[in-house]
C-alpha cells in the first residue's frame, strides 16, 4: 500500500509540476482541465477553507479513482448481461440503427434519443452496483428504522445490491431485463430508494452525471460499432457471472468475448 501510494504521489506531483509550469510560461493562460481549476482555487488567498497543494493532489486522485473504474465496471458487466441474452443485442442495435444510422459514432447528444441503452444501462446498475453497500455512514441520533433501534454512533450500511434484487419490490429480480424500465420515470439520481446505484443524499456520488455519461456513451459506441460473441466453445448459460468485492465489484474472471466491425471500414481509421 505504501509503494502505490509512493508511486501515485510521484504521478501527481508530475501532473501538478506540468500545470503549473503551463500557468507561469503561457502568456494568455486559461484553465483547460480540473486541475487548472484546482491550481486557481489553491492560488485564492481569499478562500474561506484554503486548498493546499496536497488537498489539488487528493482531489485529483478522488477524480481519477471514482471516475475510472466504476465506469470500466459497468459497461465490463452490461456487455456480460446481453452476452448472456444475445437477443438483447438484437433489440439495441435495432435502435442505434433507427436514431444514428449506419454511417457515424454516438455522441453524447444522442443519449436522450437513446432510451433502451438508458433502460440497459439501469438494470445493469440495479444488478451489479460499483459500491454495494455504499459508503459506510454512522447514526448521528439514536432512531428508529423499520421496527428496529439504531443507536447514535452506530455504523450503518445500506445494502443497495439486495434492494435491486428483492422481490418485494422487482418482478424477476434476478432476472437482466432491460425493458422494465422502458416508459417507467424511475430513476439513478438518488430520489428512488429502489434504486441507488450512485448513493443518496449529501454523500451522493458527486460524479453521477459525468459517470452516467461516459457509461451510456461508452457502451452504446461498443454496441453500435461491433457485434459482440462469446469464444466458440462458451455458451451463454456458461459465462461464469461471479463477481470480487473491494473497493469496487468487478467480475472475478475478466470477461472474453469476439468482436467483429458493423460499421463501414473508414469510421474506424482515426
Ligand atoms: C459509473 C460511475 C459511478 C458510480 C456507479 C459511482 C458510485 C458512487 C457511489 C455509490 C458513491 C457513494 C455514495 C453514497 O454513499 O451515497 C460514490 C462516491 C463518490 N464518487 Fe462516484 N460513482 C461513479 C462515477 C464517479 C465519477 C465519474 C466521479 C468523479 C469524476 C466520482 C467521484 C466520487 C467521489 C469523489 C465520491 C465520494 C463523495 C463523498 O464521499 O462525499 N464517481 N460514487
Known amino acids: 500500500m505504501k509503494v502505490l501510494s509512493k508511486k501515485f504521489d510521484g504521478f501527481l506531483e508530475h501532473v501538478l509540476d ?13 484553465s483547460q482541465d480540473m486541475v487548472d481549476v484546482l491550481l486557481d482555487l489553491a492560488s485564492d488567498p481569499n478562500l474561506e477553507v484554503k486548498l493546499e497543494r496536497h488537498g489539488v493532489k ?3 486522485q478522488d477524480l481519477l479513482a471514482g471516475g475510472t473504474e466504476s465506469s470500466a465496471v459497468t459497461v465490463e458487466w452490461a456487455i456480460s448481461e446481453l452476452l448472456k441474452k444475445p437477443e438483447l443485442f438484437g433489440k439495441a442495435t435495432e435502435e442505434l440503427d433507427r436514431v444514428i444510422g449506419q454511417s457515424r459514432w454516438v455522441t453524447e447528444k444522442d443519449i436522450p434519443d437513446l432510451p433502451y441503452i438508458e433502460a440497459i444501462v439501469k ?4 444488478m451489479h452496483p460499483v459500491a454495494p453497500m455504499l459508503v459506510p455512514r454512522c447514526a448521528r441520533e439514536d432512531c428508529k428504522v423499520a421496527g428496529y433501534d439504531i443507536q447514535k454512533g452506530t455504523r450503518v450500511l445500506v445494502n443497495v445490491w439486495t434492494i435491486g434484487r428483492d422481490p418485494a419490490l422487482w418482478e424477476k429480480p434476478e432476472e437482466f431485463y432491460p425493458d422494465r424500465f422502458v416508459g417507467k420515470d424511475i430513476d439513478v439520481k438518488g430520489h428512488d430508494y429502489e434504486l441507488l446505484p450512485f448513493g443518496s443524499g449529501r454523500r451522493m456520488c458527486p460524479g453521477y452525471s459525468l459517470g452516467l455519461k461516459v457509461i451510456q456513451s461508452n457502451l452504446a459506441n461498443l454496441l453500435h460499432g461491433y457485434k459482440w460473441k462469446l469464444p466458440n466453445d462458451v455458451k451463454p448459460e456458461e459465462l461464469d457471472m461471479d463477481e470480487i468485492f473491494g473497493l469496487s465489484t468487478p467480475r472475478k474472471i475478466p470477461l472474453v468475448a469476439i468482436v467483429e466491425p458493423r460499421l463501414p471500414r473508414h469510421l474506424y481509421s482515426l
Open 18 to 30: 506540468e500545470h503549473n509550469a503551463r500557468r507561469k510560461d503561457e502568456k494568455n493562460y486559461v
Open 58 to 60: 487528493a482531489f485529483t
Open 123 to 126: 438494470e445493469t446498475m440495479r
